[in-house]
């Protein structure tokens, strides 16, 4: 299944915050599950938000990866699905 990840960073934080946030996020990306794909990612210009596109069996396998990070971030787990064929007339 194919998920639209979104990630809104808490305000507030304190500098080990974001210390601590950097530390679980690189050991996110150092053991990605063999079973999710990350599609691709983005950031907000302002860099208030970050959007995944994102693969897992299922929505639950998301929200345990995201677990780490509920202490710093808001986070919205929509399933999506592609389109083709769309085209401007």
């Given amino acids: 299944?194919?998920?639209?990840?979104?990630?809104?960073?808490r305000s507030?934080?304190?500098?080990?915050?974001?210390?601590?946030l950097a530390t679980r996020a690189?050991?996110?990306?150092a053991a990605i599950p063999a079973e999710v794909k990350?599609?691709?990612?983005?950031?907000?210009?302002?860099q208030s938000h970050n959007y995944a596109v994102i693969e897992a069996p299922d929505i639950a396998t998301?929200?345990?990866?995201?677990q780490p990070f509920e202490r710093f971030t808001d986070t919205q787990i929509v399933p999506i699905n592609a389109?083709?064929?769309?085209?401007?007339?």
């Fill in 1 to 9: 299944m194919l998920f639209m990840l979104i990630n809104r960073t």
């Fill in 12 to 20: 507030g934080l304190a500098a080990a915050d974001y210390a601590e």
């Fill in 26 to 29: 690189k050991a996110f990306y």
């Fill in 38 to 46: 990350i599609h691709g990612e983005w950031a907000a210009a302002d």
């Fill in 62 to 66: 998301l929200q345990r990866l995201q």
């Fill in 83 to 89: 389109i083709q064929g769309w085209t401007a007339s």
